[in-house]
């Protein structure tokens, strides 16, 4: 027997017991079946309801569970275990919710919008006083880097507390191998690329970590340099195209993890990555990418016979001017991005000319999630 409708019709009202789980009749007319240890497990009395935890421990139940009695009372089913003093009873809409094998319906799992060069215009944006005192404001925020994976938040102090602030506003500072804050400043001695006055090739960061951090901000707190624009583009809209396009390299880019590494005197960060990453619904959900970053590949010379045309024709779609979008940054602008998703660069920029820094950091995409669910969505414990 599985969860699945039966084709006979039940009766109404109806349970009857099974040698592993009971069969009950849901609201709509179906039958379906749900196992014994699923429904001792989950009695609403499993979970505590101040810490919201489940305090029920299956691992020592001394027998395999067992419904001694099962019946349909008042939209709920009741059941009375057997060797045990507990009746459980569980409303019919819930276990309604749980007849299909499908995941708990999440708010925070929403399509991707794919954009190109020409969607700068159309960024969110959202006023960093607003963030500071609007809870709805916070709630589309998230919703901006769910969906588009970036968004520009304005009008920010000009202070280092204004970034601690705003990411406590979509969880915790992501301390990486730089520490919790960096800032992005040409360098006397540089050991990053992004420290130099150089062009910095399109990317995602920090790619040799086990797992890269996922939203990262960039709070500018100067930008009178000539040269120096902003290199966006949204690796979705990429991928997806090359996808349609390529499907063969796209199976390669998103089944084989290559190597990355950042290593420097006192530090020797490995991964291994696939360049495009897929959801659960084997939908693209972002890109690792690093051309600076990328370890010499170790696989099979012959696999890089096909692997590496791909790697590069995806490179090279990468940088079509479709995609990429060119800007300035200003100070008092926070960048925040997607940083599995949003490939980014930097034009070079002529140091003698002016001041540039801008102060960074990381945050998490699942606090970012999380906060976005308990914004938008009713606790399943109220
Ligand atoms: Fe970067």
């Given amino acids: 027997m599985t969860s699945a409708a039966l084709a006979t019709p039940v009766p109404a009202n109806s349970a009857r017991i099974t040698p592993t789980g009971v069969c009950v009749s849901l609201p709509d ?102 963030l500071m005192n609007d809870p709805a404001r916070v709630a589309a925020w998230l919703r901006a880097l769910i969906v588009e994976g970036m968004a520009i938040v304005t009008d920010m102090p000009d202070n280092d507390d204004a970034l601690v602030q705003l990411v406590a506003k979509m969880g915790h500072v992501r301390p990486t191998f730089f520490g919790q804050y960096f800032d992005v400043l040409t360098h006397a001695v540089p050991t990053n ?34 040269g120096g624009e902003s290199l966006f583009l949204d690796g979705v809209a990429v991928a997806n195209d090359f996808r349609v ?60 016979d096909a692997y590496y045309p791909a790697f590069c024709a995806f490179g090279r779609l990468l940088q079509d001017p479709k995609y990429v979008m060119r800007f300035r940054m200003n100070a008092g ?20 000319s002016g001041a540039r820094h801008l102060h960074g950091c990381y945050a998490d995409r699942g606090e970012m999630r999380s906060r976005y669910r308990a914004l938008v969505s009713e606790s399943r414990f109220k």
């Fill in 29 to 130: 007319g179906r039958e379906a079946y749900f196992n014994a240890y699923w429904l001792r497990d989950n009695c609403p009395t499993s979970f505590d309801r101040q810490t919201r935890e489940r305090v029920f421990d299956i691992f020592h139940a001394s027998a395999a569970p067992r419904a001694a009695s099962a019946h349909v009372h008042d939209g709920a089913l009741e059941v009375v275990w057997a060797g045990e003093n507990h009746t459980s009873r569980y409303p019919l809409d819930w276990l309604a919710s749980y007849a299909a094998p499908k995941p708990r319906h999440d708010p925070a799992d929403l399509p991707r919008h794919a954009w190109y060069a020409d969607h700068f215009a159309d960024l969110g944006r959202f006023a960093f006083a607003d």
């Fill in 333 to 352: 602008e926070c960048l925040v991005f997607d940083n599995h998703r949003v490939v980014h660069g930097r034009a070079a920029y002529d140091a003698a």
């Fill in 193 to 226: 690329l992004a420290y130099t006055a150089k062009a910095l090739e399109l990317h995602t960061d920090t790619p040799a970590e086990d797992l890269a951090p996922g939203i990262q901000f960039l709070h500018c707190r100067a930008n009178t340099t000539t």
């Fill in 245 to 304: 396009s390529n499907p063969e390299q796209f199976r390669l880019l998103s089944e084989t993890a290559i190597p990355f590494y950042c290593e420097h005197d006192d530090y020797d960060m490995r991964s291994r990555q696939t360049v495009i990453e897929l959801d659960a619904h084997g939908e693209v959900a972002g890109l690792t990418i690093s051309q600076h970053m990328a370890d010499v590949f170790d696989l099979p010379q012959q696999f890089l």
